[in-house]
């Protein structure tokens, strides 16, 4: 074989090697590929079990970021008024009004993202937001689910 065969068949190589890098390091042909969601508002499902609804934007890259972030608070009773199983109270909580005081705004590693999906406008928890942003945060917005 001659040197010039060798030189085409490991630029060869090198080419597609660099090309199944660059796929792979844009987190799988970008699955995320967009820089900004469709919809209105989406539920981020992190990988340590909690689950935020905001905005999403920035998928294309390795750092998303959520604005407006809401998140669901469960309230079960200690003791409860009859044998029958209740169901815990729960409701959204607008991120912002915790002790550390955190800004409306999230950075979240695509890493620790399960998935992320759309939200329909007429579903319980975008209902609770627009309750929250029109009635303010005294109108406690109820989500528990009905049986």
Known sequence: MNSNKVFMIVLYVVLIAGIA???????????????????????VFLTNG????GKLSGT???????????????QQQV?????????????LVKLGNELHGP????KINKDQILFWENLKSDGK????ID????????AA?????TK
């Open 50 to 53: 909690q689950v935020y609804f």
């Open 103 to 106: 800004a409306d705004e999230m």
């Open 21 to 43: 890098y660059a796929a792979f390091a844009t987190k799988g042909f970008g699955l995320m590929k967009n820089n900004e969601t469709s919809g209105d508002w989406q539920a």
């Open 60 to 74: 294309n890259s390795d750092w998303t970021t959520l604005k407006n972030i809401y998140y669901l608070q469960v």
């Open 131 to 138: 309750k929250y942003i029109k009635d303010g945060p005294s």
């Open 141 to 145: 917005a109820d989500v528990t689910p």
């Open 125 to 128: 928890v975008v209902q609770a």
């Open 79 to 91: 003791q409860p008024k009859d044998d029958k199983t209740q169901q815990p109270n729960v409701t």
